[in-house]
């Protein structure tokens, strides 16, 4: 699942760090979750 247009890598660095649950980044973003961690 491609990107959602101008979500950079620190944006999700930013919210896992925050203490958003990976899932609602993964809504969010439109990654998958094994996406959301590689760029972690």
Do not use: A, F, N, Q
């Not at 944006?11 to 094994?34: A, F, H, N, Q, W």
Request: proline residues 5%; aromatic residues 4%.
């Amino acid at each position: 699942m491609p990107r959602k247009r101008g979500i950079s890598d620190e944006m999700i660095i930013e919210m896992y760090t925050s203490g958003k649950p990976v899932k609602e980044i993964c809504e969010m973003t439109g990654l998958t979750d094994r996406g959301i961690r590689y760029v972690l």
